[in-house]
């Protein structure tokens, strides 16, 4: 009887399921799936549960009202990491993982009322998580930029002995650069291609929020101008080798305490393997003895 009723409760809930899905024009949880692997430039396909968080975030979305300046703010920043969201549903995302994750409160409460914090502590840890997504992938991003911007700068010191074209400095040194800072180019390209190079280039210092990218866009906007940026670029290069042996220098200081860590359990391997042995022809001799 007890099972009757299960399968009768199962068999009505995903009826009325159906139902309202229907009504409601709900996208099937495959169309949702491929309209996140659509727009994604890496190789990891959408989970189920992304498809279904996104669909209720975006529903969510229309109730979620920000002023223009973080609007804008937010909307610029999501451009920049390559996030295919608006900011409202950004947010509206971040809201709806940590209230699936705080539904884990239910059955704690009638399992193990103790257990109940955890579910509202990693619901609170995922909200910061998830807001946080953009400035982290976009901060990982200027990373790898900067890492590059020295050898742009060496680059553009020596295309400006032959070409004050910089658009062509731009899409020359495209083709060497790696993949993020090949996009930026590409898309600082086709901005200076459809507007004033000015603008384009001050855009593409905003999007990436760099002290270092700053340095090289006003100088490449003094070419613009008609200076002569020959050695604006030269003492930019010798300033950003400075730069580059500094972070190498301090990656080289993090790894003696790595290393010392293996150094450590390798000798803790040695001196027991040592003990065995010792206890081993100890307990040999015991025996020979009796």
């Known amino acids: 009887?007890?099972?009757?009723?299960?399968?009768?409760?199962?068999?009505?809930?995903?009826?009325?399921?159906?139902?309202?899905?229907?009504?409601?024009?709900?996208?099937?949880?495959?169309?949702?799936?491929?309209?996140?692997?659509?727009?994604?430039?890496?190789?990891?396909?959408?989970?189920?549960?992304?498809?279904?968080?996104?669909?209720?975030?975006?529903?969510?979305?229309?109730?979620?009202?920000?002023?223009?300046?973080?609007?804008?703010?937010?909307?610029?920043?999501?451009?920049?990491?390559?996030?295919?969201?608006?900011?409202?549903?950004?947010?509206?995302?971040?809201?709806v993982k940590a209230g699936a994750v705080l539904l884990g409160v239910v059955p704690c409460l009638l399992l193990m009322p103790l257990a109940s914090p955890v579910p509202v502590?990693?619901?609170?840890?995922?909200?910061?998580?998830?807001?946080?997504?953009?400035?982290?992938?976009?901060?990982?991003?200027?990373?790898?930029?900067?890492?590059?911007?020295?050898?742009?700068?060496?680059?553009?010191?020596?295309?400006?002995?032959?070409?004050?074209?910089?658009?062509?400095i731009l899409e020359n040194f495209k083709k060497t650069a790696g993949t993020a800072f090949a996009g930026e180019l590409d898309m600082v390209c086709a901005d200076m291609r459809s507007s004033s190079y000015e603008a384009a280039l001050t855009r593409f210092e905003a999007r990436l929020n760099s002290p270092q990218l700053s340095d090289v866009v006003r100088g490449l906007i003094g070419v613009l101008r008609g200076d002569d940026g020959g050695i604006y670029f030269k003492m930019l290069a010798h300033d950003f080798k400075l730069l580059e042996l500094q972070k190498l220098k301090t990656q080289a200081q993090k790894i003696p305490p790595k290393i010392r860590i293996f150094s450590f359990l390798m000798l803790m391997c040695f001196l027991l393997t040592y003990l065995i042995i010792m206890a081993m022809e100890i307990l040999k001799s015991l025996g020979g003895m009796f």
């Open 121 to 168: 502590f990693l619901a609170i840890a995922v909200y910061f998580k998830e807001s946080r997504r953009a400035d982290e992938c976009i901060r990982a991003k200027r990373e790898i930029i900067e890492g590059e911007l020295p050898r742009f700068v060496a680059s553009v010191e020596q295309e400006l002995r032959n070409s004050r074209d910089v658009l062509s």
């Open 1 to 95: 009887m007890t099972t009757l009723l299960f399968l009768f409760a199962a068999f009505l809930a995903a009826g009325l399921f159906f139902i309202l899905a229907d009504i409601l024009k709900l996208p099937a949880i495959k169309a949702s799936k491929a309209v996140l692997n659509a727009g994604r430039k890496d190789n990891k396909l959408s989970r189920t549960a992304d498809a279904l968080l996104l669909d209720a975030a975006i529903r969510l979305s229309k109730f979620i009202c920000m002023d223009e300046y973080r609007k804008s703010r937010l909307k610029n920043i999501l451009k920049a990491s390559g996030i295919r969201m608006t900011p409202e549903t950004y947010t509206a995302y971040a809201y």
